[in-house]
């Protein structure tokens, strides 16, 4: 498990360094946004295979479902309500000044 993810991490530091440098051209880049796009889908697909073959994932979707909705609504709610408070105590008081 931890080779793999230094494989990641390898390969991820690699692209990086390959694409600051600009050894590719702008052509190369539109080609490699479809590729990522292509290798996107394809994952999600592999995703959902897995995930569908799980019999207890599929038997337990609903609760799933509904922690999910119910976890999704919440960091909505509070994101919300920390960002009401940040901007009347902390960018309210750079106007008063």
Same mark, same amino acid.
């Given at each position: 498990m931890t080779s793999k993810l230094l494989l990641y991490l390898a390969l991820l530091a690699a692209g990086l360094v390959l694409g600051r440098?600009?050894?590719f051209g702008k052509k190369m880049y539109s080609s490699l946004d479809r590729l990522q796009m292509m290798? *996107?889908?394809?994952? /999600?697909?592999?995703?959902g295979i897995n995930l569908g073959s799980d019999r207890k994932i599929v038997e337990s979707l609903g609760t799933?479902?509904?922690?999910g909705i119910m976890f999704? *609504?919440?960091?909505? /709610?509070?994101?919300?309500?920390?960002?009401?408070?940040?901007?009347?105590?902390?960018?309210?008081?750079?106007?008063?000044?």
């Amino acid at each position: 498990m931890t080779s793999k993810l230094l494989l990641y991490l390898a390969l991820l530091a690699a692209g990086l360094v390959l694409g600051r440098a600009g050894v590719f051209g702008k052509k190369m880049y539109s080609s490699l946004d479809r590729l990522q796009m292509m290798c *996107l889908m394809l994952l /999600l697909l592999m995703m959902g295979i897995n995930l569908g073959s799980d019999r207890k994932i599929v038997e337990s979707l609903g609760t799933i479902g509904i922690k999910g909705i119910m976890f999704g *609504l919440s960091t909505i /709610l509070f994101s919300i309500i920390f960002v009401n408070i940040y901007s009347r105590f902390v960018v309210g008081r750079g106007k008063r000044g």
